[in-house]
């Protein structure tokens, strides 16, 4: 035999609970973001690499070192995209929606990044996504995170979470705040990483961001926005906080979210945890502007975030709240007229929504056995004596208790 083959490094497969809590995490989040009217979008897993290029910053983590970036066959340089965003982005510019704001999106899928794995980071991962696509209002900024809020606490895990919320201004605070902050790192640069050495000037937000310890130290004394903030970019916080109080979604002002890629503007979030180590971030969003005009379209302002499906998974796991595997109902054939008959009895079953498996072989106690292994909530037992009577051994193997019951009725006791 073969040596067997291992998944590629940073990938991981989906089974068994694994699958069912990440099916749990998209399916909550679609229900509730239909719930605030966003609608779902699919684009395109890869992109033409110049969606990604300029748009998340040339000095961003991703862009410098975590893109899966390659020349395909006929010489495009094409991306495996790494977030949503600048796709959603580009497919409302080109298929011809932005006559039409604002559009909300709720989006989710695989992202791939070439990055460290270890717990809570792989490089192919996955995320929901929700994008107010064209509007320029502080209520859009509230409302797409109480939305993630809702998600979350729906899904039973804000509890476990925290909402930290800042604001990065508008360009003439953002001028005078990288100024500001420029002077400062400067006064620290032998202390600072080589990385955040090298681009402190082109641009300083980044070693904010930046998760080296050494770097760490010296941000938490740097400078905050909030001296710099003009006085529009100060009521537009002021109303976003408001908002979100009248949402009752609690939140913790922290003036180190930056985020890390370079489209944000005004508002920037995260819900964080301290229950994943060191991958703390579960849900990371703000107010984007100049996206849209990137790919082409007219000047959108835009606010979204996007959850980590791993992450929220993991959540999940140490709440205890895993979804339970359905239950299906075994039906077993007793002999060989009987197979034909628990085949049409199965097929009834599942025409009425309810889940029924009949083994491909075996005896009674072969298929009792395969029945337990499978939690079956109740077996349907079909022999000669049943099939004469038109009737069938109906055995709840929660309670152990078993009837006779008219082979036409068994759908209706079982919905
Ligand atoms: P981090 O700081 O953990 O690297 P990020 O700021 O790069 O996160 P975003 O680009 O904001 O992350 O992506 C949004 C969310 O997607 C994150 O909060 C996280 O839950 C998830 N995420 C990002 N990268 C990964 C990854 N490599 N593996 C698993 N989940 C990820
Ligand atoms: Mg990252």
Redesign the pocket.
């Known amino acids: 035999m073969a040596q067997p083959l291992q998944p590629a490094r940073g990938t991981h497969d989906l089974i068994g609970e694994d699958f069912r809590r990440h099916h749990h995490v998209v399916d909550t989040a679609r229900r509730v973001a239909a719930l605030y009217g966003f609608e779902e979008w699919a684009t395109p897993i890869f992109e033409d690499t110049r969606v990604f290029f300029r748009t998340l910053g040339e000095t961003s983590?991703?862009v410098t070192k975590e893109m899966y970036t390659f020349e395909d066959r006929g010489g495009d340089s094409v991306t495996l995209r790494?977030?949503y965003t600048a796709g959603l982005c580009r497919a409302l510019v080109t298929n011809g929606l932005t006559q039409t704001l604002p559009r909300k999106v709720f989006a989710a899928g695989p992202?791939f990044?070439y990055?460290r794995p270890q717990k809570?980071?792989?490089?192919q991962?996955h995320?929901i996504d929700l994008e107010v696509l064209g509007a320029a209002e502080p209520l859009a900024d509230a409302e797409v995170i109480a939305c993630g809020w809702h998600i979350l606490s729906d899904l039973g895990v804000a509890e476990g979470t925290v909402l930290e919320i800042n604001t990065l201004g508008d360009a003439p605070s953002r001028d005078a705040y990288r100024a500001a902050l420029i002077a400062y790192f400067l006064g620290h640069k032998d202390g600072l990483s080589a990385e955040s050495q090298a681009r402190l000037e082109r641009n300083p937000l980044r070693v904010v961001d930046s998760?080296d310890a050494k770097d760490k130290a010296i941000v938490a004394d740097a400078p905050t926005i909030h001296a710099h903030l003009t006085p529009e970019a100060s009521a537009f916080y002021d109303s976003v906080r408001r908002h979100l109080d009248r949402f009752g979604v609690p939140y913790r002002e922290n003036p180190r979210i930056v985020?890390?890629?370079d489209y944000y503007s005004h508002t920037a979030f995260?819900f964080v945890t301290d229950r994943l180590g060191a991958?703390?971030?579960?849900?990371?969003?703000g107010r984007y502007n100049g996206l849209v005009e990137e790919m082409g379209g007219p000047s959108t302002p835009c606010v979204g975030?996007?959850?980590?499906i791993?992450?929220?998974s993991l959540l999940l796991e140490g709440a205890g709240r895993t979804p339970p595997a359905p239950r299906p109902v075994a039906v077993i054939p007793v002999g060989e007229a009987a197979e034909a008959v628990a085949l049409d009895a199965a097929q009834a079953l599942r025409r009425v929504g309810l889940a029924a498996e009949v083994a491909y072989k075996g005896n009674l106690k072969r298929r009792m056995e395969r029945a337990n292994k499978l939690n079956a909530r109740a077996a349907v037992i079909i022999g000669d004596d049943e099939i004469a009577a038109g009737t069938v051994q109906f055995r709840d193997l929660d309670a152990g208790t078993q009837e006779s019951v008219a082979l036409a009725e068994l759908p209706a006791r079982l919905s």
């Open positions: 983590d991703v790494p977030e992202m990044r990055e809570g980071r792989y490089r991962f995320q998760k985020r890390g890629l995260e991958q703390g971030t579960v849900l990371g969003g975030w996007a959850a980590g791993e992450r929220l």
